[in-house]
């Protein structure tokens, strides 16, 4: 009342309009500025649904005719400007009312700093929404005759602007609310299903399209249900090796694709690769389809922002930063390894299924033997994914053969471009009497080991394996790559496979690796 009170007293003047803004701005100080705005057109209506109440008294109401008298509401008049301003107000005050909302809502400004910017507007959209009221009041008691379409001029200019913040804000949020929705998801899938679905699939618009190398599958994501997913995430550049490593991987889960390893079947094991790219050019776009024609396995085509984008990127779920990671996924949706990358690149398949427990369960497998070999092989380097043989034997002839036809290879220009390095280390070279030492060290592993649980069984076998290379009278050798034992071999075989490398040296380039080719 006191509000209406004051504005009903404004003089008509230009400046007096702008002082009795101020003053409602002081006194409404400790509210918000939503609140400012809707105290000030309630204090309007006081006077306007007065002068409606009053325009309406009969004749035969004698206290209704002494309240027109003493509201003097013969000398007012509600002109078309008053009431199409008014409405305006009204209808532009659902604008104040939304960013309220929003801003209420507590959205980090990171997130959504359309909302920033919306607030630079909104005090002097306050400003005039007050000023336009003041003025319309004055113009409905007779105290002034304002031309109120400069108001509405004013405040329309302010509405243009803000309303370009609040459809930013309004795309902004809806991007957030999607994300937390898509998080929900991630972080609680129904299943491998529901949880890919929550990376790349966008709201009501077309979906990317799932393509096993060339071929477009028409079931979409429904290819991957009740599947382990291995899902291949990368930019597009420099991704050559990891494409053929994944090309290796997928064949090898090919053979004998019933086998159960571990309780796990290679048949219910599917490579999905989602790229990751800022901006879908025309250059970028041959790329990808260049790099999937490359492929074997299964890949995402999209040529837009990534809805789950920020699921991939956040340390807190997938992590990526920009290197190529392989995360591995279970039939429910959750992750079982984080990043089987490197586990993928030390060991190849023998990482089946791809846990971080496989690598774990192959090193200690191997450890043992890498302990003894080092022992009696000083300054052996085992380095990343680099091939060594080691070798040995009673027959000098043998030896220096197979050293021979090791050393052409190393040589050859095929590896050089399968950047294949090959290390190779004679066992008692340098001193013959480190040779029974290495035997020595693995009878002990065979007299030592009560073997009950699988991981000793297969360390058992191993030592069972090497008792039998040593009785070879030619020689043995065993293939690595890096601390991957890939092969125990016996010396004849080894030697010949070596002389014939002609016959098999383009399956260097077309394998998983050397290991693999040589095998």
Request: proline share 3%; net charge neutral; with cysteine.
């Amino acid at each position: 009342k006191l509000i209406s009170c004051q504005m009903i007293t404004t003089r008509s003047a230009a400046h007096c309009v702008h002082q009795t803004t101020l003053w409602i701005l002081q006194n409404l100080r400790s509210y918000s500025w939503d609140a400012k705005a809707l105290i000030t057109l309630a204090a309007f209506t006081l006077e306007y649904g007065n002068y409606l109440h009053l325009t309406r008294v009969t004749a035969t109401d004698p206290i209704g005719n002494s309240l027109r008298q003493l509201n003097q509401i013969q000398t007012r008049n509600i002109s078309t400007d008053i009431t199409e301003l008014v409405s305006f107000i009204v209808h532009q005050l659902l604008h104040l009312k939304e960013w309220a909302t929003w801003s209420a809502e507590g959205y980090d400004p990171e997130d959504v700093p359309a909302l920033t910017e919306a607030l630079q507007e909104i005090p002097v959209f306050v400003y005039w929404t007050i000023a336009s009221i003041v003025a319309s009041t004055g113009n409905l008691v007779g105290v002034s005759d304002y031309k109120l379409s400069e108001y509405r001029e004013r405040l329309s200019g302010i509405v243009q602007k803000l309303v370009v913040h609040l459809n930013n804000c309004k795309l902004q949020i809806s991007y957030i609310d999607d994300l937390f929705n898509r998080k929900k998801i991630f972080d609680k899938p129904k299943d491998i299903v529901d949880c890919l679905k929550a990376l790349i699939h966008r709201n009501g618009t077309d979906s990317p399209q799932i393509y096993e190398g060339a071929i477009h599958v028409k079931t979409g994501l429904e290819v991957f249900r009740n599947k382990h997913v291995l899902v291949f995430i990368s930019s597009l550049d420099s991704i050559e090796d990891e494409i053929s490593l994944l090309n290796s991987i997928y064949e090898r889960l090919q053979e004998n694709s019933k086998e159960s390893i571990k309780g796990f079947k290679k048949e219910d094991f599917k490579i999905l690769w989602i790229p990751i790219v800022n901006n879908w050019d025309d250059i970028r776009k041959e790329r990808f389809r260049a790099l999937k024609s490359g492929i074997k396995w299964y890949a995402v085509e999209y040529f837009y922002e990534l809805p789950g984008h920020r699921i991939i990127t956040d340390p807190e779920r997938i992590g990526y930063i920009g290197n190529p990671i392989i995360p591995v996924f279970n039939p429910q949706g959750y992750i079982t390894n984080i990043d089987a990358m490197d586990l993928i690149f030390q060991w190849g398949i023998d990482a089946f299924p791809f846990r971080k427990s496989d690598g774990i369960d192959l090193t200690l497998k191997w450890k043992w033997l890498w302990d003894v070999i080092k022992k009696a092989t000083p300054g052996l380097q085992v380095k990343g994914d680099r091939y060594i043989f080691i070798y040995g034997g009673t027959n000098n002839k043998w030896i220096q053969d197979f050293t021979l036809e090791l050393e052409k290879i190393k040589r050859h220009e095929i590896l050089k471009r399968a950047d294949v390095i090959i290390e190779n280390y004679q066992l008692g070279k340098e001193d013959p009497n480190r040779v029974p030492s290495f035997w020595i060290g693995v009878e002990r592993k065979k007299q030592n080991k009560k073997h009950q649980e699988a991981l000793d069984c297969e360390i058992q076998d191993i030592v069972k394996s090497l008792f039998c290379l040593k009785r070879d009278p030619q020689g043995w050798i065993i293939l690595s790559k890096g601390q991957n034992i890939k092969l125990l071999g016996h010396g004849e075989p080894a030697y010949q496979t070596l002389a014939e490398f002609q016959n098999w040296k383009d399956r260097v380039l077309e394998k998983e690796g050397f290991d693999i080719a040589f095998k």
